[in-house]
């Protein structure tokens, strides 16, 4: 079981990137779906989150009307639009998938099943 994230990369601040994660070895198409991200020297955060059928989001305060996510269920993938990006945003992150069908999204406690992370470098 896999979730392989890619599209981090280097970009200037107020630049754009997008994120996706896709699964492999099972389906997730029924699991919320979560991103979160490591910055240097600190702990592990919520970025966003989607429900299973994508009719409900959850955004960190920090990116909310900067970031959105979405899922395509039929190819198992899940998107990070990221876009005016800060030099504050640079982090590796990290795509997850819930354990359960429900729970709060917010929660890193509630997610089984991790990416091996993409690095994203916002310069100023």
């Known amino acids: 079981v896999q979730l392989q994230a890619s599209g981090g990369g280097l970009v200037q601040a107020g630049g754009s990137l997008t994120l996706s994660c896709a699964a492999s070895g099972r389906t997730f198409s029924s699991y919320p779906m979560g991103w979160f991200r490591q910055g240097p020297g600190k702990e592990r955060e919520f970025v966003a989150a989607i429900t299973w059928r994508g009719s409900s989001t959850d955004y960190a305060d920090s990116v909310k009307g900067r970031f959105t996510i979405s899922r395509d269920n039929v190819k198992d993938i899940v998107f990070l639009q990221m876009n005016s990006l800060k030099p504050e945003d640079t982090a590796v992150y990290y795509c997850?998938?819930?354990?359960?069908?429900?729970?709060?999204?917010?929660?890193?406690?509630?997610?089984?099943?991790w990416g091996q992370g993409t690095q994203v470098t916002v310069s100023s």
């Open positions: 997850a998938a819930m354990r359960r069908g429900s729970g709060i999204l917010s929660s890193q406690s509630e997610y089984g099943y």
